[in-house]
């Protein structure tokens, strides 16, 4: 008998939290304090401690902290930005909006990460910034990233959109470059019920000019330092992410738990995240690769699973920015969005789920 596993179902994934939510709601609500009131800064505090850095700023989105990121370093118009060339299209988005330059760099194919060994040919005098994009859950070489960066004079800006709690070599997301930016879209490891995001930093004067940037740019009420933007995290979310965060270390646990049921039941005929001794992975995202990926995805959907691309088409072929990218070609990243698929993994699926996943994928390859 066919068993029904869904990609992702945010009302039972949030179901164990729904009491404190709503008691965190009446508060909020009877507080009559809507906008950047204690809980964004109580948030803020436990999100900078569990990322073992000294500041954290509550934005509206992850796409805002990238732009915020960016924008507090005040750099020249044009200025190259080295990312990942399979990256979801809000790290690029963020670099065009800051009238910035998005430099391509293609992926390592087994991480999926950028190739930290071609890094240094993209390097110009325009560049300033290297973006790595901690894809799926995975931290990227940050220790070869930083060394690059030391030896160029560049800023690191991480995108920790989907990299909660994830480590290389003890040192976790968020905490090694210049800036962490962090998304709390619903489906995230730590995910809020709607838009929410936050930068984290090490350094006093970003921090507090972030602080301005995200409030029309301004450090007094109606005097604006800088042009900025409106880009508050708001109360309601803020509260709702202080509850999540005290269970982040339990969702995490649990689905490495369910990665490890993939890792040993899925048959070998499809390419599976590679595990490093010195990672720690948080698996937001567990993906595999296959050059069936549309029959093995309809197949899963006729025998009772769901599963999604992340990502169908690589930015430099998308419509909006084709421009950008001249006719480049990243075989690598073309191949990766060609292949990849991704399997149910969230707080609520069971082991049996994942069992029933891999079981129905083994019998596809059968």
């Avoid at 803020?44 to 509206?60: D, L, Q, S």
Wanted: aromatic share 10%; proline share 4%.
């Amino acid at each position: 008998m066919n068993r029904s596993v869904p990609y992702e179902n945010l009302a039972k994934l949030n179901e164990p939290f729904y009491k404190e939510f709503k008691d965190s709601f009446s508060e909020t609500l009877e507080s009559g304090w809507y906008v950047l009131g204690k809980n964004v800064s109580t948030f803020e505090e436990e999100f900078a401690k569990f990322c073992e850095v000294k500041y954290c700023v509550g934005v509206a989105s992850g796409l805002d902290a990238l732009v915020l990121s960016l924008l507090c370093l005040e750099l020249p118009e044009n200025s190259e930005v080295i990312i990942p060339a399979n990256t979801y299209i809000a790290s690029i988005l963020a670099v065009v909006n800051a009238k910035l330059t998005p430099i391509l760099v293609e992926p390592d194919p087994k991480t999926c990460n950028i190739n930290v060994q071609l890094i240094e040919e993209k390097i110009t005098s325009k560049t300033k910034v290297i973006l790595p994009v901690h894809l799926y859950g995975k931290l990227s070489d940050m220790e070869g990233i930083m060394k690059l960066a030391d030896k160029h004079s560049l800023h690191v800006i991480e995108d920790c959109a989907q990299a909660h709690g994830a480590r290389q070599n003890g040192k976790i997301a968020g905490s090694i470059g210049t800036f962490g930016a962090f998304s709390f879209y619903p489906t995230k490891n730590l995910g809020a019920l709607g838009d929410g995001g936050a930068i984290t930093t090490n350094n006093e004067e970003h921090y507090k000019k972030l602080k301005a940037l995200r409030n029309y740019g301004s450090e007094i009420k109606y005097h604006n330092k800088y042009i900025g933007l409106n880009s508050r995290l708001d109360e309601v979310q803020a509260g709702f992410l202080s509850i999540k965060l005290k269970y982040l270390q339990q969702i995490t646990t649990h689905k490495r738990k369910l990665a490890e049921v993939y890792h040993k039941e899925l048959t070998d005929q499809v390419t599976k995240p590679l595990i490093q001794d010195d990672y720690f992975d948080v698996y937001h995202i567990y993906n595999i690769r296959t050059d069936r990926r549309s029959e093995l995805k309809s197949y899963l959907q006729k025998n009772g699973v769901n599963s999604d691309i992340h990502y169908p088409i690589p930015p430099h072929q998308q419509l909006g920015y084709q421009h950008l990218f001249d006719g480049l070609v990243f075989s690598v990243s073309e191949e990766i969005h060609e292949t990849t698929l991704s399997l149910p993994i969230s707080f609520f699926h069971t082991v049996e789920d994942i069992k029933y996943v891999s079981k129905m994928i083994n019998s596809f390859f059968e």
